[in-house]
């Protein structure tokens, strides 16, 4: 739903209904990309980063998962690049998913460094945790439009503050923690606990 906000400008094209503007040249103008034949760097490979793998294949894009340990192949994932290595990447990249768990090693990984590598034209999602932005040097890079546009749905603080300068930038989208909000979770949820409950207890009666 972000990537498709961002691409297709759909944000832009709210905007300007609100106004009472009709946008079709300010879209044509270069505001708007296809997701097709994109490269789309998925930062954290576990089962939510392979379904994220799985419907941006859907829509044509070429996919670089990324892993601390790399031992097979990757359902929906063109190429797979060792986290240490994920870096050397970003210059390639039109769209970065981060999907990385709250640990000390991914504390503020996205940076005024790690984001000045990233094309002009790229987008940023973050939908893992808070703690992997630096929300201040994300604020620079996007307010000098040193990327395209971010959608984040986690923060460092949560809810993120009034006072955020992130809230009055145009190219971001920002959502309050509710990637998985619907009626149906609750019921994929209880679906999913209840397989993992059998398998744990399958592997125990081996042992």
């Known amino acids: 739903g972000m ?28 505001r708007v ?3 097709q034949n994109k490269k789309c760097m998925i ?7 392979r379904y994220v793998a799985r419907l941006t294949k859907a829509f044509g894009m070429y996919n670089l998962g990324v892993k601390r340990e790399i031992s097979q192949a ?6 797979l690049v060792p986290f240490q290595d994920f870096r050397n990447f970003l210059p390639q990249i039109d769209h970065l998913v981060v ?3 709250k640990d000390p090693a991914t504390d503020e990984i996205i940076n005024k460094t790690t984001l000045g590598l990233m094309k002009q034209t790229a987008f940023l999602y973050n939908v893992g945790r808070g703690n992997c932005i630096n929300e201040a040097d994300l604020y620079e890079v ?10 984040l749905d986690v ?14 930038l145009s190219n971001v989208l920002l959502l309050p923690h509710a990637s998985a909000f619907a009626p149906e979770y609750y019921e994929l949820y209880y ?8 398998d744990y207890f399958s592997q125990k009666k081996n042992f």
Do not use: H, N, T
Not at 4 to 26: F, P, T, V
Not at 43 to 49: T, V
Not at 74 to 79: G, I, K, L
Not at 142 to 151: F, H, S, T, V, Y
């Open 142 to 151: 996007l307010k000098e439009q040193k990327i395209k546009g971010a959608g």
């Open 33 to 35: 990309s296809l997701l």
């Open 74 to 79: 990757e359902a929906w994932v063109d190429e």
């Open 99 to 101: 999907i990385l768990p």
């Open 155 to 168: 923060f460092q603080q949560e809810p993120l503050s009034s006072e955020s300068p992130l809230r009055g």
């Open 3 to 30: 990537m498709l906000w961002m691409a297709r400008g759909l944000g832009i094209a709210y905007r300007r209904q609100k106004e009472g503007a009709w946008c079709d040249r300010e879209l044509l103008d270069e």
């Open 191 to 198: 679906q999913e606990f209840q397989s993992d409950f059998q």
């Open 43 to 49: 930062l954290g490979l576990g089962q939510i980063g």
